[in-house]
């Protein structure tokens, strides 16, 4: 079964860090680049940031963008984003996508999702 | 703001057809790039519904299509059942923004 299981969320204040990770399984991990997706509560869906399959591009949102690090280990089969000077506005469920499509990494659409997992960034 | 607009919420009676609507601009749907649809079932991590403009993953009925004109695209629910009541997002990549993008939601009613 392909699966991809997010944790690390919690609670933390506001200038704090937190490592969010996705462990997949039933796939050939190296074969796909990976999406950060968060949503806030009861609002829509915002995407955080991607990297290739062999982490040789890494891609932000601009309201991420110095802040967050996203990266993977292909051995371990495990996906991580490192959020650092955490704001209250990135409280949220983050979901870790897995990439497919053919047509090159703009043209990527998310066909594996883990379950999300939760930060809430509060004093 | 969604770069990608879409109606806040659509609904329909058992049976009945509707469609959502995905409006972009020449930066995303109308710069060919490819929109893909998700629904998300409350409480629920997002499901992909189609890709790449009209193509359905294995599993996903065939009551379920979408398309793709200029800068705008569209998903058609038909024979709708009470289990598509969820929220539907449509996605693209955006060439100014640089970034991949999705539709602000639509609610989908089941009457």
């Known amino acids: 079964e392909v699966r991809l299981v997010e944790s690390g969320g919690g609670l933390v204040k506001p200038g704090g860090s937190l490592r969010l990770s996705c462990g997949a399984s039933g796939f050939t991990f190296s074969d796909h680049g990976m999406v950060w997706v968060r949503q806030t509560p009861g609002k829509g869906l915002e995407w955080v940031s991607s990297?290739?399959?062999?982490?040789?591009?890494?891609y932000y949102a601009d309201s991420v963008k110095g802040r967050f690090t996203i990266s993977r280990d292909n051995a371990k089969n495990s996906l991580s984003l490192q959020m650092n000077s955490l704001r209250a506005e990135d409280t949220a469920v983050y979901f870790c996508?897995?990439?497919?499509?053919?047509?090159?990494?703009?043209?990527?659409?998310?066909?594996?999702w883990g379950k999300g997992t939760t930060v809430t960034v509060s004093s | 703001q969604s770069v990608l607009t879409q109606p806040p919420s659509v609904s329909g009676a058992p049976g009945q057809r509707v469609t959502i609507s995905c409006t972009g601009s020449?930066?995303?749907?109308?710069?060919?790039?490819?929109v893909h649809w998700y629904q998300q079932l409350p409480g629920t991590a997002p499901k992909l519904l189609t890709y790449?403009?009209?193509n359905r993953p294995s599993g996903v009925p065939d009551r379920f299509s979408a398309s793709k004109s200029g800068s705008s695209a569209s998903l058609a629910i038909t024979g709708l059942q009470a289990e598509d009541e969820a929220d539907y997002y449509c996605q693209s990549y955006d060439s100014s923004l640089n970034t991949w993008v999705f539709g602000g939601g639509t609610k989908l009613t089941v009457l």
């Open positions: 790449a403009n009209s």
């Open positions: 020449s930066s995303n749907i109308g710069a060919d790039f490819h």
């Open positions: 996508a897995r990439a497919a499509g053919s047509d090159g990494f703009y043209y990527i659409y998310m066909d594996v």
């Open positions: 990297i290739t399959s062999r982490s040789n591009s890494k």
